[in-house]
T-cell receptor, first 115, second 114 residues
Framework: DARVTQTPRHKVTEMGQEVTMRCQPI?????VFWYRQTMMQGLELLAY????????DSGMPKDRFSAEMPDATLATLKIQPSEPRDSAVYFC?????????????FGPGTRLTVL | QKEVEQDPGPLSVPEGAIVSLNCTYS??????FMWYRQYSRKGPELLMY????GNKEDGRFTAQVDKSSKYISLFIRDSQPSDSATYLC??????????????FGKGTKLSVKP
């Protein structure tokens, strides 16, 4: 049963600390998306990669967020330094198509709390 | 005005009821319309996908798009307790790049009582 995996599932940290979230896309999927979900803003696209190359990161705060795909089986989202307003659920999704309107499969999310 | 508006609910209905979920949007360039279902503490999963206007039916679910009114709907017939979830609408324009990016509504929380 192929699925997207994310680690950690939960993370509590203090303001100013570095946070790294990891995602393993479904094998064979070559598009990977990072989303953030909050009650206030809903689900927002932060960035996405196609064949490991960043295609769009316009939704991501550039000063503290960074996203990478070191290889086809691992995507990372890093926040440094973290702030309380970064508290949210971060989802990774993967798919075969080149855009987020193509079918994508979401992971279970990383629930981040920044104190 | 946000590009996509969705009533957050919560919406509570008895088992067997017909459920109507709706979204309005402001961007006339949107051509792709989707509904995602999200169970508590899980990621969203694609439920229905339509292009341009019209209806699409899949089992107990029917998606409708009215582009003239910038209004989309999801109907659930014979609702079941297992349908209890948050339903998110999503839409995007044609083309690649940021025009192809999905814009999500905030979701409507549905509870179906046995």
């Amino acid at each position: 049963d192929a699925r997207v995996t994310q680690t950690p599932r939960h993370k509590v940290t203090e303001m100013g600390q570095e946070v790294t979230m990891r995602c393993q896309p479904i094998l064979g999927h070559n598009t990977v998306f990072w989303y953030r979900q909050t009650m206030m803003q809903g689900l927002e696209l932060l960035a996405y990669f196609r064949n490991r190359a960043p295609l769009d990161d316009s939704g991501m705060p550039k000063d503290r967020f960074s996203a990478e795909m070191p290889d086809a089986t691992l995507a990372t989202l890093k926040i440094q330094p973290s702030e309380p307003r970064d508290s949210a659920v971060y989802f990774c999704a993967s798919g075969m198509g080149p855009t987020s309107r193509d079918t994508q499969y979401f992971g279970p999310g990383t629930r981040l709390t920044v104190l | 005005q946000k590009e996509v508006e969705q009533d957050p609910g919560p919406l509570s209905v008895p088992e067997g009821a017909i459920v109507s979920l709706n979204c309005t949007y402001s961007n006339s360039a949107f051509q792709y319309f989707m509904w995602y279902r999200q169970y508590s503490r899980k990621g969203p999963e694609l439920l229905m996908y339509t292009y341009s206007s019209g209806n699409k039916e899949d089992g107990r679910f029917t998606a409708q798009v009215d582009k003239s009114s910038k209004y989309i709907s999801l109907f659930i017939r014979d609702s079941q307790p297992s349908d209890s979830a948050t339903y998110l609408c999503a839409m995007s324009g044609i083309g690649g790049g940021s025009q192809g990016n999905l814009i999500f509504g905030k979701g409507t929380k549905l509870s179906v009582k046995p």
